[in-house]
Antibody, heavy 125, light 108 residues
Framework: EVQLVESGGNLVQPGGSLRLSCAAS????????MSWVRQAPGKGLEWVSV???????YYADSVKGRFTISRDNSKNTLYLQMDSLRAEDTAVYYC???????????????????WGQGTLVTVSS | DIQMTQSPSSLSASVGDRVTITCRAS??????LHWYQQKPGKAPNLLIY???NLQSGVPSRFSGSGSGTDFTLTISSLQPEDFATYYC??????????FGQGTNLEIK
């Protein structure tokens, strides 16, 4: 059974930092494309960042230069380092596994098939 | 970025009804369109991937169709547990995936 368990969410002041963790079981983080998706209170879903199995990383424009995605293969854990936090970063943060299908010599991304339960980040003074 | 527009934003229906939700992309996305169900306080759950493929474990009353820019999610006979918010997502421009704004399906 696949399980993704996020932790690290908290109340932080504007300009502060926080590191989120996503501990995986049933899948190997280093072999998968893993993403962070957030949801502001009462709002929709926003993709935040992804790390590919080959270590490529990508970010939404709204967080580029402030957030860093990484993983610890020995702990099978995904991280999101969040710096220079702003009020608009307040959200529930989910980690999720990309549903990738391989054919025609390419990786085809078909959504996110496993999600964690989410962790709440509140940025406020 | 590719914009995804869902309609309606909210919908009231009764148990047993047939319901259709639409999602339109601002440019062609082939079949890279996926649907999620989200209940309050819970993570989204993948229902349909690649426009029309039922994710494992999802009831067959859910179906998806479409290609290019216009897509639909249909629930053939609403069950009480289907009242939730539904989101579409495009991954044509991955890694810059984008979601629709959501459709809140409520009990009439």
């Amino acid at each position: 059974e696949v399980q993704l368990v996020e932790s690290g969410g908290n109340l932080v002041q504007p300009g502060g930092s926080l590191r989120l963790s996503c501990a995986a079981s049933g899948i190997t983080v280093s072999s998968n494309y893993m993403s962070w998706v957030r949801q502001a209170p009462g709002k929709g879903l926003e993709w935040v960042s992804v790390i590919y199995s080959a270590d490529n990383t990508y970010y939404a424009d709204s967080v580029k230069g402030r957030f860093t995605i990484s993983r610890d293969n020995s702990k099978n854990t995904l991280y999101l380092q969040m710096d220079s936090l702003r009020a608009e970063d307040t959200a529930v943060y989910y980690c999720a596994r990309d549903n990738v299908h391989y054919y025609d010599s390419s990786a085809h991304h078909y959504g996110f098939d496993y999600w964690g339960q989410g962790t709440l980040v509140t940025v406020s003074s | 970025d590719i914009q995804m527009t869902q309609s309606p934003s909210s919908l009231s229906a009764s148990v047993g009804d047939r319901v259709t939700i639409t999602c339109r992309a601002s440019q062609s996305i082939s079949n890279y369109l996926h649907w999620y169900q989200q209940k309050p306080g819970k993570a989204p759950n993948l229902l349909i991937y690649a426009a029309s493929n039922l994710q494992s474990g999802v009831p067959s009353r859910f179906s998806g169709s479409g290609s290019g820019t216009d897509f639909t999610l249909t629930i053939s006979s609403l069950q009480p547990e289907d009242f939730a918010t539904y989101y579409c997502q495009q991954t044509y421009s991955t890694p810059r995936d984008t979601f629709g704004q959501g459709t809140n399906l409520e009990i009439k």
